[in-house]
Nanobody, 127 residues
Framework: QVHLVESGGGLVEAGGSLKLSCTAS????????MGWFRQAPEKERTFVAG????????YYIDSVKGRFTISRDNAKNTVYLQMNSLRPEDTAVYYC????????????????????WGQGTQVTVSS
């Protein structure tokens, strides 16, 4: 069992920055592809960014490319999401998640393929 806890959310003005952290306990996540998702009010949970086990490959949705950076420190069992140039439309609850072992990376944006989820952290960007 993997227990994920996100932190680092908060209220920030447009153009500002936040860094989210996701720390795992119970079992290590170094064998897992990790993703960040977000869910705005009355909207579906959507993929934002993902990172391979070693950190060699990263993936982003178009709207955050150049603004967000996903990274990981397997020694600390932690995944990060650095968010710069934040916009009001980035406002959402952000979740980290661990992909099921054996799932193809082509399925990385499907929330149903993730086995473990954190409780989420609220990010609010004011205009």
């Amino acid at each position: 069992q993997v227990h994920l806890v996100e932190s680092g959310g908060g209220l920030v003005e447009a153009g500002g920055s936040l860094k989210l952290s996701c720390t795992a306990s119970g079992r290590t996540i170094d064998s897992r592809f990790m993703g960040w998702f977000r869910q705005a009010p009355e909207k579906e949970r959507t993929f934002v960014a993902g990172i391979t086990r070693s950190g060699a490959m990263t993936y982003y949705i178009d709207s955050v490319k150049g603004r967000f950076t996903i990274s990981r420190d397997n020694a600390k069992n932690t995944v990060y999401l650095q968010m710069n140039s934040l916009r009001p439309e980035d406002t959402a609850v952000y979740y980290c998640a661990a992909l099921r072992v054996g799932v193809l990376l082509t399925r990385r944006d499907h929330a149903s393929e993730y086995q473990y989820w954190g409780q989420g952290t609220q990010v609010t960007v004011s205009s």
